[in-house]
């Protein structure tokens, strides 16, 4: 269960934005969840809102968008759709991929007052 | 009002590996981050790891557990340096964890340092220490299923070691299987088959180390 340490992350980062932001309501935040990550969003909604209870964080959404898992492949120059976590180009079958999407976790957009 | 951020989430535990990394860097120290299920056999693979290459490079060791010093007694055995870690709870190591143990190491005189991370096969893979690679031990009791269930931690790792084969007789396993779902998740990963218990395949690994850590000393 490391959704925790992630929904710590998340706070810390929303609050460092709000203050630079100079705002104090959150509306909603959207995330971005790469395919690959393994996070699974029911249960970091859940630490999210364990976390904000009680603070000026209280109520705020969070949207998460899954992310396919996007490869490029360097020898052959095709790009694809990773499936079933299978790094193999689909047309050369070369190995030499390079990850385009699909990876990272990230914020990106806030909805603040 | 809408602000657009674009930031990762982990991004404030990435910057304190890369700074452990720089560490390990300027003094010259290898680092792997050892993960797998608990009870896969990392304990074990370092205990045999350290019997036969201790003479050949100077090892520390990071015991990663949520409770008890019971592993990192196994490996003070050897006489090497090693520190426990209580996550307390937490299912993963991360960089601050590694940051706060540096005061108990004398780094001039290791060449080698091994996290042992908490026994779980989803969270560690999340979270980098300031490592050069990631290991992992699936063990033969664990099911040719594994790569694609839990395709991070195979897709972030270096090095599989296939652990315990010495119980493929009795259980229902393919070891050939195994190495074909995970190098379908991670085409690059150096595979050893191994037993912790006969020895077997430990002398490929061993030399692969101890050849891995003299590379990057002279690099
Ligand atoms: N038969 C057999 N048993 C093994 C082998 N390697 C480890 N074991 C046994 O598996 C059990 C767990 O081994 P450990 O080395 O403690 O495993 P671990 O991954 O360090 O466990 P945690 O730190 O608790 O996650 C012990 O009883 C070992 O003796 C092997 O190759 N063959
Ligand atoms: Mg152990
Ligand atoms: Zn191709």
């Known amino acids: ?113 | 009002m809408k602000i657009s951020v674009v930031k990762d989430i982990l991004e404030a535990n990435d910057r304190i590996a890369r700074q452990n990394r720089e560490l390990f860097d300027e003094k010259g120290v290898t680092v792997f981050n050892l993960m797998s299920s608990p009870g896969a056999g990392k304990t074990s693979l370092l205990e045999k790891t350290i019997e036969a290459v201790q003479g050949k490079i100077r090892l520390g060791v990071i015991e990663g557990d949520i409770q008890s010093s019971q592993d990192a007694e196994r490996i003070a055995r050897f006489g090497i340096p090693v520190v426990q870690i209580n996550t307390g709870g937490a299912c993963h190591l991360d960089g601050n964890m590694i940051r706060d143990t540096f005061e108990e190491f004398d780094f001039d005189e290791l060449d080698l340092l091994v996290v042992e991370n908490v026994g779980n096969l989803v969270c560690p893979a999340e979270f980098q220490v300031g490592e050069d690679f990631k290991a992992m031990i699936l063990s033969v009791t664990e099911g040719e299923d594994k790569p694609a269930k839990y395709p991070l931690m195979f897709h972030e790792s270096r090095v599989l070691l296939i652990n315990k084969i010495d119980l493929v007789p009795y259980v229902d396993c393919d070891v050939e299987k195994i190495r074909e779902e995970a190098l379908k998740v991670n085409p690059h990963l150096t595979i050893f088959d191994i037993s912790c218990k006969t020895g077997e395949g430990l002398d490929a690994w061993c030399e692969w180390l101890v050849e891995t850590v003299r590379k990057r000393k002279s690099a």
């Not at chain 1, 980062?13 to 203050?19: G, N, T, V």
């Not at chain 1, 995330?31 to 209280?58: K, R």
Request: aromatic residues 6%; negative net charge.
């Open chain 1, 1 to 113: 269960m490391h959704e925790m340490s992630i929904a710590q992350s998340l706070v810390d980062i929303l609050k460092e934005e709000m203050a630079r932001h100079n705002v104090h309501r959150l509306r909603s935040v959207k995330l971005h969840v790469g395919q690959l990550s393994a996070i699974v969003p029911e249960s970091l909604s859940f630490c999210f809102n364990v976390i904000v209870s009680g603070t000026e964080l209280e109520g705020a959404r969070l949207d998460m968008e899954i992310i396919p898992l996007k490869a490029f492949c360097q020898d052959c120059r095709e790009n694809f759709e990773v499936e079933n976590y299978t790094f193999v180009c689909p047309l050369c079958q070369g190995t030499n991929i390079r990850t385009e999407a699909g990876q990272d976790l990230s914020i990106v957009e806030m909805e603040v007052d």
